[in-house]
């Protein structure tokens, strides 16, 4: 019976890894524009031990960061970050287009 809560808790815990590299990506996104006036050329966050990361829709004024997990237990969870910081998840436990679905249930 507990083995699910605690399935949930290390997967949560390996979570962090791609929403933590998406912030860290938009910072870097952000701060490339701020010295070039375009995004392209940015560069993505380098891939992690549970999620691989990808850049995409690389214009003047937008970007997409694309969080994909990396295993066969994340491989279904993929999180996004653009040049508006919206947030979208499409996982297992929810998709959401406003937000990152972190928990089972579907919370952000």
Not at 55 to 66: E, K, M, P, V
Not at 74 to 88: G, K
Request: net charge negative; proline share 3%; charged share 15%.
């Amino acid at each position: 019976v507990a083995f699910p809560s605690y399935s949930d808790y290390v997967t949560r815990g390996k979570l962090a890894e791609a929403t933590s590299g998406l912030a860290d990506g938009r910072v870097k996104m952000e701060q490339f524009f701020q010295d070039n006036r375009t995004y392209i050329g940015g560069t993505c966050p380098a891939a992690t031990t549970y999620f691989t990361f990808a850049c995409s829709n690389l214009t003047a004024t937008t970007y997409t960061i694309t969080a994909t997990g990396a295993d066969d237990n994340l491989s279904a969870f993929s999180y996004t970050i653009d040049e508006t910081n919206t947030r979208a998840s499409n996982t297992p436990w929810g998709t959401s287009a406003t937000c990152w679905v972190i928990n089972n249930g579907g919370a952000c």
